[in-house]
């Protein structure tokens, strides 16, 4: 059973940057892939960013470039750093995590981008 907490949420104008950290509870050698996940109000939840042991990386394309997520195996973190973020980019983000080939997930942080 892995355990995954958020942080780093909030508000911020758009153009601006917010960074989200995610801590699992058990070793980053048993997880195959770690990553976020966001839902908007109304929308289904949607694929951000994924990175997986190797540390290759997948985007959606709506923030490539603007995004980039990284990967602390020591530390069992993974952390995603949104810079020029748009109100679009409003949404519920959510921790992911694949162990085993069992998903787990966060219970979100907020991220709100005003305009």
């Known amino acids: 059973q892995v355990q995954l907490v958020e942080s780093g949420g909030g508000l911020v104008q758009a153009g601006g940057s917010l960074r989200l950290s995610c801590a699992a509870s058990?070793?980053?050698?048993?997880?195959?892939?770690m990553g976020w996940y966001r839902q908007a109000p109304g929308k289904q939840r949607e694929l951000v960013a994924v990175?997986?042991?190797?540390?290759?990386?997948n985007y959606a394309a709506s923030v490539k470039g603007r995004f980039t997520i990284s990967r602390d195996v020591a530390e069992n973190m993974v952390s995603l750093q949104m810079d020029s973020l748009k109100p679009e980019d409003t949404a519920v983000y959510y921790c992911?995590?694949?162990?085993?080939?069992?998903?787990?997930w966060g219970e979100g942080t907020q991220v709100t981008v005003s305009s």
């Open positions: 992911y995590a694949e162990s085993n080939w069992l998903d787990y």
């Open positions: 058990e070793s980053s050698l048993s997880i195959n892939y």
């Open positions: 990175i997986d042991s190797e540390d290759t990386t």
